[in-house]
C-alpha cells in the first residue's frame, strides 16, 4: 500500500522546541537582535523619536479637544442658543477659556426666551492671566470663581480677591477657569466686550429649530456648525441642540480644535517623521535579510518558506513594540516638563492609543517587504553567492 509524503518538511527544532513554534521564532528573532545589536537600536529610536513626534502632536491634539469641550459647557451654563459677537470669540491658552473678541449683539428677546449677557475678557490676578465675565446676577461685593480657576489661584470660599481695586468676597461654584462678578465692575475692564446665553421657552428645550426660530424673531442668522464664522455686523447664534449628526455641539467644537492641531504644520511633520521612521525600520530589516539570505534558502529550500515570514513578522514586532514603548513614554515625559498645564494624562492615554493603532499594519509591512524579495527568488538562487 502506498503512503504520501507529508507536503511540508519542518525543522526538528521549530517542530519540537517547547512544542511551541512561536517561541522557536522568538528565539530565532532575539538571536539576530544579539547578532546585530548596533541596527536593532538604530532601528527602535528612529521609530520611537517618529512615534514620540506624533505622540506629543496628538496628546496636545486630545488637551485641545477635552479643552474645548469643557469650554463651551462652561460658557453655556445649560443654554441652548448663544450669540457671540461679529468678531467671534477665541480660547485664551493663558486664562484657560474662551474669551469675547468684541461686543455682543443687540438682542431682545421675545416673550417666554430667557436671554443673559454674559461680558468677557481677560484679567492680571496676582501675575495670572484670569477669564473676567461679568452679569447681572452677582452681587456687587463678590466674585464667583470656577473651581479650577479656585485652585490655580489658591483661593477658598470666604477668601477675599482684589479686582480693579476691589476688594471682593470669595465664592467657589462650578467647574470652570472664570471668575464672575457683578456688570459694572466686569464693564469697566473688558468693556462691551462679551455674548449672549439664551434658554428656550419650557418645554420647547429639544427642538431642532430653535436657532432659526430665535434668529428669525431678532433678525441674526443662525448654525450649528461651530466653524462657521458671523458673516456681518450683526453677530451669529449657535445653536447646540440642533444640527445633523450623532455629534453634540461640545463635541464638534471641541472636533474643530483637534483639528486645528493636527492639521498644523507641526502635525504634518509629525506625520512625515513616522514614515521616515518607518523606512529606516524596513531598511535595517532588507539589510538583515541581504546578509542571511544563505540561511533563509537554506529554510525555504525545506519546506520552511512559511517560517520566514513568521521570522520577519516576529522581528518586525518586537522592533516596533520596543519603539513604541519607548516613543511613548519619551512623549510623556517630553509633554509633562514642557507643557504641563496644557496636556493631560488622559489626553496622553488617548494619543498612545492612537498611535497604537498604526503599529500592526507597521508590523506586518515592514514584514512583508523583506520576505516579497526573498520569496521572489529560488532558494538554489539564494544559496549562491551574489
Known amino acids: ?146 473651581s479650577a480657576v479656585a485652585n490655580r489661584l489658591d483661593l477658598h470660599p470666604g477668601d477675599r480677591i482684589v479686582v480693579v481695586g476691589q476688594s471682593l468676597v470669595v465664592n467657589v461654584a462650578g467647574g470652570g477657569q472664570s471668575i464672575t462678578v457683578a456688570t459694572p465692575l466686569a464693564r469697566s475692564v473688558v468693556g462691551d466686550n462679551g455674548w449672549w446665553i439664551i434658554f428656550a421657552p419650557t418645554g420647547e428645550e429639544k427642538r431642532r429649530d430653535l436657532g432659526q426660530t430665535f434668529g428669525a424673531a431678532v433678525g441674526i442668522e443662525s448654525t450649528s456648525d461651530p466653524s462657521v464664522k458671523a458673516p456681518n455686523s450683526g453677530g451669529l447664534i449657535y445653536d447646540t441642540v440642533g444640527g445633523s449628526g450623532p455629534l ?46 544563505r540561511e533563509f534558502g537554506i529554510m525555504s529550500s525545506i519546506g520552511l518558506a512559511d517560517e520566514v515570514l513568521y521570522f520577519f513578522l516576529v522581528e518586525s514586532g518586537i522592533v516596533f513594540l520596543t519603539a513604541y514603548l519607548v516613543g511613548v513614554i519619551g512623549a510623556g515625559a517630553a509633554v509633562a516638563l514642557v507643557i504641563p498645564g496644557l496636556a493631560t494624562p488622559s489626553a496622553w492615554l488617548q494619543a498612545s492609543g492612537m498611535v497604537a493603532a498604526f503599529l500592526p499594519a507597521m508590523a506586518i509591512v515592514g514584514a512583508l517587504i523583506p520576505v516579497h524579495r526573498l520569496l521572489q527568488q529560488r532558494p538554489v538562487s539564494l544559496l549562491g553567492d551574489r
Not at 72 to 88: C, E, F, R
Request: hydrophobic share 50%; glycine share 8%; with cysteine.
Open 248 to 293: 453634540t455641539f461640545e463635541q464638534k467644537f471641541s472636533a474643530m480644535f483637534s483639528g486645528k492641531v493636527t492639521s498644523s504644520t507641526l502635525g504634518l511633520i509629525s506625520t512625515i517623521g513616522l514614515g521616515l521612521g518607518f523606512v529606516i525600520a524596513v531598511s535595517s530589516f532588507l539589510a538583515a535579510a541581504a546578509e542571511r539570505r
Open 1 to 146: 500500500m502506498e503512503t504520501s509524503a507529508p507536503s511540508t518538511v519542518r525543522s526538528p527544532a521549530i517542530a519540537t522546541a517547547s512544542g511551541n513554534t512561536f517561541v522557536c521564532l522568538l528565539r530565532f528573532a532575539l538571536a539576530n537582535i544579539r547578532r546585530r545589536p548596533e541596527r536593532f537600536v538604530l532601528s527602535v529610536l528612529g521609530n520611537a523619536l517618529a512615534i514620540a513626534c506624533v505622540t506629543v502632536v496628538r496628546t496636545i491634539s486630545a488637551s485641545f479637544a477635552i479643552t474645548g469641550a469643557d469650554s463651551v459647557t462652561d460658557v453655556l451654563d445649560g443654554a441652548q442658543l448663544w450669540a457671540v459677537p461679529a468678531a467671534a470669540v477665541h480660547y485664551d491658552s493663558n486664562a484657560q477659556a474662551l474669551v469675547a473678541d468684541g461686543a455682543a449683539p443687540t438682542i431682545t428677546a421675545p416673550a417666554g426666551w430667557t436671554a443673559t449677557r454674559v461680558l468677557s475678557g481677560v484679567i492680571d490676578i496676582n501675575g495670572s492671566t484670569v477669564s473676567l465675565r461679568g452679569i447681572d446676577e452677582i452681587p456687587s461685593g463678590q466674585a464667583t470663581l470656577g
